[in-house]
């Protein structure tokens, strides 16, 4: 069986469906979303983190990687993680004292999955809750994800999957029979925009959208509020345009923040969303619940 490859796994969680769940995060992603909080969730591949917080320049590393991807620039270490194989001996791991380097990524397959979620069990049952699969993108993986999404259903546990949609749609169908809920990412309506901001074209992404609707899936939208990109009332309006068409009843709002940038610089991944520093305050989210109250989509700011 094949293994499935994740990056984070997460308990007691309040926000990622209903009652307390289990969220597991996989590793990979087909969008490039610029607002992205999780840098690490974007490649598929195995990847060491420098957390410059942590690291107190022992310099350990730079003595111990014999690929010369680290170097003593000025008594601190400077990775170039280009060259850093990952090479997964977990030297430069191994010899640092103040846990400063890990590597982001963790092979599974479906049954020792199952056997983590599974111990959450009572959890679930007493909040009505389950497990949620999000990333990355976990349909990216959906051969090996779908196995473990038939063990769940087996042991009666709900299940969500956390979508950007862009998949492909015989994966998607034959996933959608043993997931209860759809937390589907609805970022851009306007393509060019799309593309721009994901790196992607969005027609595959409302064409999935329509098939999941088709098929009579539970689906909340998830909205990412990003300034001067997703939150312009042209976007908002389209959204909820489309969120009419597909008998979508349910939408969350998810504010955008910054916290994630530190991550890119301890992955060596560059942030490119440089203009938006605009501040917005909490009456301006309202407003944008509000629109989609008033269109009967229930709304929630997370």
């Keep these: 069986m094949g293994k499935i490859r994740v990056f984070n796994i ?4 309040v926000h990622d469906g209903p009652g307390i769940r289990t969220t597991v995060f996989l590793k990979g992603c ?19 983190r420098h957390s410059s917080i942590r690291c107190k320049n022992c310099l350990q590393c730079v003595q111990s990687c014999d690929k010369n991807a680290v170097k003593n620039v000025n008594g601190k270490p400077e990775f170039n993680f280009s060259v850093c194989a990952n090479c997964h001996t ?13 590597l982001s990524g963790k092979d599974y397959n479906a049954e020792e999955l199952f056997s983590i979620i599974e111990k959450d069990k009572e959890f679930y049952s007493n909040s009505g809750g389950g497990v949620t699969f ?5 349909l990216a993986q959906a051969v090996n994800l779908t196995e473990l999404l038939k063990l769940c259903k087996s042991s009666n546990i709900h299940t969500a999957v956390e979508t950007c949609g ?13 997931i209860d809920l759809f ?21 595959l992404i409302l064409n999935n959208l329509d098939l999941l609707s088709k098929m009579g899936c539970k689906i909340v939208a998830r909205i990412p ?21 597909f008998n979508i009843r349910d939408a969350n709002l998810e504010i955008y923040h910054r916290l994630g940038i530190q991550k890119y610089n301890d992955y060596g991944i560059p942030f490119i969303l440089k203009e938006n520093n605009l501040e917005r305050d909490n009456d301006f989210y309202f407003q944008i619940c509000a629109l989609f109250n008033k269109q009967g989509i229930k709304c929630e700011i997370l």
């Design 10 to 13: 997460q308990h007691y969680c």
């Design 134 to 138: 999000s990333g990355g993108e976990p």
């Design 166 to 178: 862009f998949v492909s749609q015989k994966q998607l169908s034959d996933a959608a029979k043993y």
């Design 183 to 203: 937390l589907f990412d609805i970022k851009i309506i306007d393509n060019r925009q799309h593309i721009h901001y994901t790196g992607q074209n969005n027609e």
């Design 225 to 245: 509020l990003i300034p001067q990109a997703t939150d312009n009332q042209n976007n908002i309006d389209q959204i909820i345009s489309l969120c009419q068409k």
């Design 30 to 48: 087909p969008l490039a979303c610029q607002w992205c909080c999780n840098p690490e969730s974007q490649s598929f591949e195995l990847q060491l």
């Design 90 to 102: 977990k030297a430069c791991m191994d010899t640092c004292y103040y846990d400063a380097l890990s």
